[in-house]
């Protein structure tokens, strides 16, 4: 079977010479920031002490200035030129990745189908959410492997409604909130469907390392000097978003950068460590894989809606074991304010699973 990974590609052209950015080079980069030590952020990006060092050193000659430092006793730090390189490849990265994904995903899909006389692949059209890639990813080679194309959660469910996708995956916090997004979810299902529970999840505020704005809630949005990032308009996480500042009885135009639309929880994030924002509305995992604040405000729940019909097949039952099974759960508990733990169950009433 196929499997297709479409990557962006960084041409720099200096005065004398060009060349295509690596982006491994990113991924050294964060580990330094984050441990101060070449050796550890080598074997995070998977690549030898030699190789990692010799990638930096390629580059520092090629920009003609330096990326990391060495103090002695305060181990390798970046330099102004290191924290924007590795801003720009994370934002990038985050920002790109689910849209590369979705076409590769239809890409390889369409070519297995025309190379293969195998059962095709559970289509599911899902809200962005780090636990979904986990999923995908197990399954990648297995029976019951899943083509998933990113969209927002009512997008994803109207895909449902229209006989586009076989599964659609969207979230709902627990809670009064809740059972209001609970009823405008249920308008949005097919008039018979299924419900799995999938992951459970802390949504917040994603604030700035240190929270220098003193930020503490929804309100704060609305305080001179702070600037938010939105998510985009149809997104589970924007609704939700629009709901709470509804029932505080604040004023979105009085909101610095409520335009401002990202179109997933990691492109916030890096927009924040960044520090272009001060704040955006999103998940916990997001905050930590930045080592940015975090304030939780609810906890959320993600379901797997399918066509009742298909709630018994073969390829879902297989996919309900793949989400009872200890690999997957393992693999949740390493993402921040996330957990597995009813992961597979049949739910019987969305408002009753979220009332709380």
């Not at 390798?76 to 924007?84: D, E, F, I, P, Y």
């Not at 003193?214 to 589970?236: H, K, P, T, Y």
């Amino acid at each position: 079977m196929i499997h297709l990974q479409i990557r962006p590609v960084w041409r720099f052209r200096g005065e004398s010479s060009e060349r295509d950015f690596d982006f491994q080079l990113v991924a050294i980069l964060a580990g330094l920031e984050a441990s101060g030590k070449l050796t550890h952020a080598a074997e995070q990006a998977g690549l030898s002490y030699r190789h990692a060092w010799n990638l930096v050193s390629e580059w520092e000659a090629f920009f003609g200035a330096r990326l990391v430092t060495k103090s002695k006793g305060r181990g390798s730090q970046l330099t102004a030129l290191g924290k924007r390189l590795l801003w720009a490849g994370q934002r990038a990265q985050a920002r790109l990745a689910p849209e590369l994904e979705n076409l590769a995903s239809e890409f390889a899909g369409a070519l297995n189908e025309a190379l293969e006389e195998r059962p095709a692949a559970l289509a599911m059209h899902a809200s962005h959410d780090f636990a979904v890639g986990l999923l995908r990813d197990q399954l990648s080679d297995g029976p019951s492997r899943v083509a998933l194309q990113y969209k927002g959660s009512f997008d994803a469910l109207a895909s449902l409604r229209r006989g586009e996708c076989d599964v659609a995956g969207f979230h709902v916090p627990e809670g009064a909130l809740g059972t209001v997004l609970a009823q405008r979810y249920a308008e949005c299902l097919p008039p018979g469907h299924g419900l799995i529970a999938f992951v459970t999840r802390e949504h917040g505020l994603i604030v700035r390392a240190g929270n220098p704005k003193e930020i503490a809630g929804v309100e704060d949005l609305c305080r001179e000097g702070v600037r938010m990032v939105n998510r985009q308009r149809g997104s589970g996480t924007r609704a939700l978003l629009e709901l709470m500042i509804s029932s505080h009885g604040l004023d979105r135009a009085s909101m610095d950068g409520y335009e401002n639309e990202e179109i997933t929880h990691g492109a916030v994030a890096a927009l924040i460590a960044g520090n272009q924002a001060d704040v955006g509305f999103g998940v916990q995992a997001a905050a930590a894989q930045y080592r940015l604040g975090f304030i939780p405000l609810c906890r959320e729940r993600y379901f797997l809606a399918c066509r009742a019909g298909d709630l018994e097949s073969a390829p879902m039952r297989q996919l309900r074991r793949a989400l009872r099974g200890a690999a997957f759960r393992e693999r949740v508990k390493e993402l921040a304010g996330y957990s597995a733990e009813n992961a597979g169950e049949v739910v019987d009433r969305l408002d009753t699973a979220v009332a709380g």
